[in-house]
T-cell receptor, first 110, second 116 residues
Framework: GQNIDQPTEMTATEGAIVQINCTYQ??????LFWYQQHAGEAPTFLSY????GLEEKGRFSSFLSRSKGYSYLLLKELQMKDSASYLC???????????FGGGTRVLVKP | DAGVIQSPRHEVTEMGQEVTLRCKPI?????LFWYRQTMMRGLELLIY????????DSGMPEDRFSAKMPNASFSTLKIQPSEPRDSAVYFC??????????????FGPGTRLLVL
């Protein structure tokens, strides 16, 4: 089966850094995606990892360790507009479907 | 490109009524996905299509739910009869279905369904 775990909620201060962890146990692995979802809106793509290591994209970075079944999303220089839910999703061995974690709601305070 | 288009954006109906949700994927995308999102269960995949053919419908909750894709630019998700527990946000997403980043799914704005 597929199991993806993320913390439910995190709070951070504007300008700070927050790290959102994601652990997964899946039937095979063919990539991990991070999505951002603002309240009342659709998920939007943030980053993709398939090999071990860090992928950097402006203020956002994502890390993957396949041997540990672990990823994190790092948000730097937090802004109020970063308040949203962040969803970790894994593509398993079979087919083209993604399995999503429950999402981590990040609240950025002034 | 216009992105994934869904209609209606909001739907309020009474228990027992038929509900039809519509989706137009991004032009050129070969994969189409239907998801349901609730607070309790998060984002769940219901069914996905490749080149208009259903590939995996294991997430469809029960026989009351059906989905079709008659052509590359249109898909429907039907609930008949609807029940209050079907209340959720239903998202449609599409992707090119290549490898790696090409598998990125792009989501439509969703349909917020409330069954009374």
């Amino acid at each position: 089966g597929q199991n993806i775990d993320q913390p439910t909620e995190m709070t951070a201060t504007e300008g700070a850094i927050v790290q959102i962890n994601c652990t997964y146990q899946t039937s095979g692995f063919n990539g991990l995606f991070w999505y951002q979802q603002h309240a009342g809106e659709a998920p939007t793509f943030l980053s993709y990892n398939v090999l071990d290591g860090l992928e950097e994209k402006g203020r956002f970075s994502s890390f993957l360790s396949r041997s540990k079944g672990y990823s994190y999303l790092l948000l730097k220089e937090l802004q109020m507009k970063d308040s949203a839910s962040y969803l970790c999703a894994v593509k398993g061995a079979a087919g083209n479907k993604l399995t999503f974690g429950g999402g981590t709601r990040v609240l950025v305070k002034p | 490109d216009a992105g994934v288009i869904q209609s209606p954006r909001h739907e309020v109906t009474e228990m027992g009524q038929e509900v039809t949700l519509r989706c137009k994927p991004i032009s050129g995308h070969d994969y189409l996905f239907w998801y349901r999102q609730t607070m309790m269960r998060g984002l769940e995949l219901l069914i996905y299509f490749n080149n208009n053919v259903p590939i995996d419908d294991s997430g469809m909750p029960e026989d009351r739910f059906s989905a079709k894709m008659p052509n590359a630019s249109f898909s429907t998700l039907k609930i008949q009869p609807s029940e209050p527990r079907d209340s959720a946000v239903y998202f449609c997403a599409s992707s090119t279905g290549g490898q790696g980043l090409q598998e990125t799914q792009y989501f439509g704005p969703g349909t917020r369904l409330l069954v009374l």
